[in-house]
Nanobody, 121 residues
Framework: QVQLVESGGGLVQAGGSLRLSCAAS????????MGWFRRAPGKDREFVAA????????DYADSVKGRFTISRDIAKNAVYLQMNSLKPEDTAVYYC??????????????WGQGTQVTVSS
């Protein structure tokens, strides 16, 4: 089993930055692809970013390309999401997810509880 705990959310003004962290426990996620998703009020959960097990491959939603960066720290069994130039439409609960294989960026088996990000205009 994998337990994921997100942190780093909060309230920020438009144009600001936040860095989300996801700490894994229970078993290592170093051999798994990892992803970030978000759910805005009244909307379905949507994909934000993903990274493969080596960190050599990543993918982003069009809405965050050029503003968000996903990374991982093997030594810390953690993954991060650096969010710059935040917009009010980025307001959502952000979830970390652990995939089911090293390079599959689309399927996820484990989910965190989420961290709230609120961007004020």
């Amino acid at each position: 089993q994998v337990q994921l705990v997100e942190s780093g959310g909060g309230l920020v003004q438009a144009g600001g930055s936040l860095r989300l962290s996801c700490a894994a426990s229970g078993r290592t996620v170093n051999w798994l692809a990892m992803g970030w998703f978000r759910r805005a009020p009244g909307k379905d959960r949507e994909f934000v970013a993903a990274i493969n097990w080596t960190g050599g491959s990543s993918d982003y939603a069009d809405s965050v390309k050029g503003r968000f960066t996903i990374s991982r720290d093997i030594a810390k069994n953690a993954v991060y999401l650096q969010m710059n130039s935040l917009k009010p439409e980025d307001t959502a609960v952000y979830y970390c997810a652990a995939g089911r294989s090293p390079n599959n960026l689309h399927d996820y088996d484990y989910w965190g509880q989420g961290t709230q990000v609120t961007v004020s205009s």
